[in-house]
């Protein structure tokens, strides 16, 4: 089974950018379709963007759609977050996810998390 480690994460100023990576061993990364997530304080988790087996294929929340950028390198077994003009409200832990069923951005259709890495936006 695939484990996952988020790297990437830390304290930016609003408008600023950061790129988040998400490493896959012990697993055929490629047979995975991969999610990102993330949970502020006080709320609950949220998805945020998702990307297909292939890469052909993705999808974003409304409220990073045109600033997050998911990706996927299927031989380097890692899957990226590019997130630019980022705001305060970006601020939260964000979380990697495979699944292995069928291709879906519903967080219950992911088998396999990541331990998340923090982000912070300050204004």
């Known amino acids: 089974q695939v484990q996952l480690v988020e790297s990437g994460g830390g304290l930016v100023q609003a408008g600023e950018s950061l790129r988040l990576s998400c490493a896959a061993s012990g697993g055929t990364f490629s047979t995975y379709f991969m999610g990102w997530f993330r949970q502020a304080p006080g709320k609950e988790r949220e998805f945020v963007a998702t990307?297909?087996?292939?890469?052909?294929?993705?999808r974003y929340a409304d409220s990073t759609k045109g600033r997050f950028t998911i990706s996927r390198d299927n031989v380097k077994n890692t899957v990226y977050l590019q997130m630019n003009s980022l705001k305060p409200e970006d601020t939260a832990v964000y979380y990697c996810a495979a699944g292995s069923g069928v291709f879906s951005y519903f967080d219950a259709s992911y088998d396999i998390w990541g331990q998340g890495t923090q982000v912070t936006v300050s204004s």
């Open positions: 990307i297909s087996r292939s890469g052909g294929s993705t």
